[in-house]
């Protein structure tokens, strides 16, 4: 048993914080304080369950493979494990949210020191943004170094400082009432929130990481693997629900001129804006623009690992610097469509593969706990797929499909929950119990090796 030391449970521990901690970690929870109103706590535990909970979880669950989730679904089927990876790692990739963390720091850190925003400028921006992140992501062996010990300290700092301003400029202030623009679903819009961040699913590729870094470390076996991971899971757990709760405090006790709110304005970004302003000046503008940065840059560069990797695994007669290369070009092209249109594009997307994703990590930790057929984990993930594909033709509106609205948990997007425990019950009981959900053997690890 190699024993993983303290130092090194910290500095991977800070690593998949600083790589969960992008843009929309930033964004989400000032504004779930705000509308929360008295009801702050029972929203935000809603979206620590899936923001903070769900993404470890499913770092966790990764580790129960020495090969992480590219083995764990096979189990569904081949052919399921390798189009959901792939689609998977596209849409986390130089689809979405790669490029996403371009364009949002562009607006958040660029655009408002200029007088408006221009093609030529973001074309700037995103190539210095992408230029960085290639180099960093071209050595994945010094990953936990380089974020783990210089972008993460510096993200924290900056972070730490903006809370401790909040409280202190904000302490003993009343929650804002404003309209309930909840209408009253507390939890089910925390819950959902939480999940519209996109970590869960990221957690999917961030998991390889973790696997990779820990053998780096001298982790020989897949028990220390998972134990490992838990310990470093349980850091970045602290992290992460300790600043979304903190950020979604200020955003409970902030007080804002009503008036000055506009229709379509992100509410988080208003939210951050005003906070840093009111309370450093314009200092404040800098430091949320630092903040953004080191969030969106550290996010950018996990994902181009995961990626390249994954592909490089998949198609091993191209080289992972070449997969470095084409991932960073093809963000970098999308990146410059702006932030609007990228969301646009790949929103439906996302909330298709989404009730997957949540199914397949859920599954996989039950059936390492309780012995179960494989057919119980496949008639699952079919049963979801296929609800899936009702509710996204009727919510796109291409059919008119409203017996759906009338499924439980429909208006938290959650109606795929109920089918996932029907499919895995009757798979189940109707399943070869001598043919279990395969989780490998318990071998030691192979040492990794250099693509």
């Given at each position: 048993m190699t024993k993983v030391s303290t130092k090194t449970t910290i500095i991977v521990g800070f690593m998949l914080f600083a790589m969960f901690f992008g843009a929309g970690n930033l964004i989400f929870p000032p504004a779930l304080g705000l509308v929360s109103g008295e009801y702050f706590w029972i929203t935000v535990f809603a979206f620590i369950l899936t923001g903070v909970g769900l993404p470890i979880l499913a770092t966790i669950v990764g580790s129960l493979s020495k090969s992480g989730y590219k083995d764990l679904l096979k189990n569904i089927h081949p052919a399921y494990a390798l189009v959901f990876m792939?689609?998977?790692?596209?849409?986390?990739g130089p689809l979405f949210a790669i490029p996403r963390t371009a364009t949002v720091s562009y607006e958040m850190s660029i655009l408002p020191f200029l007088d408006g925003a221009s093609q030529l400028t973001l074309l700037l921006f995103s190539f210095v943004f992408f230029l960085a992140s290639f180099i960093v992501a071209l050595y994945p062996g010094k990953i936990t170094s380089s974020i783990g010990k210089y972008l993460t300290p510096i993200l924290l700092t900056?972070?730490?400082i903006f809370i401790i301003g909040g409280f202190v400029a904000y302490w003993g202030n009343d929650y804002m009432?404003?309209?309930?623009?909840?209408?009253?679903?507390?939890?089910?819009?925390?819950?959902?929130?939480?999940?519209?961040?996109?970590d869960a699913i990221a957690a999917m590729a961030f998991s390889v990481i973790v696997i990779t870094s820990l053998k780096k470390y001298g982790v020989s076996t897949q028990r220390?693997?998972?134990?490992?991971?838990?310990?470093?899971g349980t850091v970045a757990l602290i992290l992460?629900?300790?600043?979304?709760?903190?950020?979604?405090?200020?955003?409970?006790?902030?007080?804002l001129d009503r008036t000055s709110f506009e229709e379509g304005t992100n509410l988080g970004t208003y939210v951050l804006t005003f906070v840093s302003g009111d309370i450093f000046g314009a200092f404040g503008t800098v430091l949320l623009g630092l903040v953004v940065l080191s969030a969106c840059l550290t996010t950018s560069i996990?994902?181009?690992?995961?990626?390249?990797?994954?592909?490089?695994?998949?198609?091993?007669k191209i080289s992972y610097k070449v997969f470095v290369i084409l991932t960073t070009i093809v963000s970098f092209g999308l990146a410059n469509q702006g932030?609007?249109?990228?969301?646009?594009?790949?929103?439906?997307v996302l909330f298709f593969i989404y009730p997957l994703a949540i199914s397949s990590i859920l599954l996989l930790l039950l059936t390492f706990f309780v012995k179960s057929p494989k057919l119980s984990i496949q008639l699952s993930i079919l049963f979801v797929f296929l609800i899936t594909v009702v509710t996204f033709i009727h919510r796109q509106e291409w059919v008119e499909l409203s017996f759906v609205e009338s499924i439980p948990f429909y208006a938290q997007q959650l109606e795929w929950l109920l089918f996932a425990v029907a499919g895995y019950l009757i798979g189940y009981f109707a399943g070869d119990k001598s043919n279990p959900v395969d989780f490998g053997e318990k071998e030691p690890l192979e040492e990794p090796t250099n693509s």
């Open positions: 792939i689609v998977l790692y596209l849409v986390i900056v972070i730490i009432v404003i309209d309930d623009l909840l209408d009253g679903n507390y939890f089910g819009y925390g819950f959902t929130e939480g999940y519209l961040t996109l220390d693997l998972l134990t490992s991971t838990i310990k470093s992460l629900g300790t600043i979304y709760v903190s950020l979604a405090w200020i955003g409970n006790n902030v007080v996990g994902l181009i690992v995961a990626v390249s990797e994954y592909f490089n695994e998949i198609f091993p932030l609007e249109q990228i969301i646009e594009t790949s929103l439906p």
